[in-house]
């Protein structure tokens, strides 16, 4: 059996990665965050997976790429004083919540799992029209669990969102934030066109906001949901920043979507 080192391992050596993978090298490296461990503790544990349903195999598409680790994202790099609402999944599309954003003209990404929108792709439409649609899957199932077919909710996704929305999503939230380190899922999501695994630093949930580490700083991601609290839970987000001195902006222009070379 080949034995898989870390790819720090090749590369000191002098080894390419494409060429490590091939001599049994290559095993799952640690993804890039732009933010510590710490600054994430308000997103929730990926859920575990047996050591013996992990994936330690390399497809062929990573051995033909050198396709390095997925980003991953928790709060954003920067010093404008900004943050980023995003709101997950689409099963309830309140009216509320979609007209404050409209008086507002607020940004919001909406990372949507595709069985939510059927025929209501137009309420997406008008609440993200100083934002985006992004990908959170398309039945909601955990990106960790072996049992998840990976192409069905992240690629199956991509393209459901496409026709609906007209823009390939190039971020993607995973459901309940699991699993964004596993190899299988990182590659599957970059060969389908995801760059980004956007996680989050803060939550508003039922209008309170609660948080990882000092509180909301330049560049942190909240997290909402649509539900009947969206109104609510809107302008409880959109206080709490003020209150830090920072202002709402668009994600995409702080994680923009990859350009044709």
């Known amino acids: 059996m080949a034995v898989f080192r870390a790819r720090a391992l090749a590369v000191a050596a002098g080894v390419p990665a494409a060429f490590a993978v091939l001599a ?45 680790p997925m980003n991953v994202t928790f709060r954003t790099t920067t010093a404008d004083p900004v943050v980023f609402i995003t709101i997950d999944d689409g099963v309830t599309k309140d009216r ?10 607020l940004p919001v990404t909406a ?26 899957s398309a039945t909601h199932a955990s990106l960790a669990r072996s049992s998840t077919d990976l192409d069905h909710e992240i690629c199956y996704t991509q393209r ?20 964004y380190d596993r190899q299988l899922a990182q590659v599957t999501a970059a060969r389908c066109g995801i760059t980004e695994f956007v996680m989050w630093d803060a939550v508003v949930d039922k209008g309170r906001l609660t948080q990882a580490g000092k509180g909301l700083r330049p560049g942190s991601i909240i997290l909402l949901h649509f539900t009947r609290n969206l109104e609510k839970d809107l302008k409880a987000a959109v206080r709490a920043a003020r209150k830090a001195g920072l202002t709402p902006a668009n994600l995409d222009d702080y994680l923009p979507a990859p350009t044709s070379s």
């Open 24 to 68: 049994g090298l290559l095993t799952v490296a640690t993804p890039i965050t732009s933010a510590t461990a710490a600054e994430g503790a308000a997103a929730p544990a990926a859920v575990p997976v047996d050591a013996s349903a992990a994936e330690f195999s390399v497809t062929r598409d990573l051995v033909r790429s050198s396709r390095p």
């Open 160 to 179: 459901a969102l496409t026709r609906d929305f007209g823009t390939p999503p190039w971020m993607m939230r995973p459901p309940y934030g699991a699993g």
């Open 96 to 105: 509320r919540g979609l007209a404050y954003v409209e008086k507002t003209q």
């Open 111 to 136: 990372f949507l799992s595709a069985w939510t929108i059927k025929d209501r792709a137009r309420y997406f439409e008008r609440i993200t029209a100083w934002g985006s649609v992004q990908n959170h």
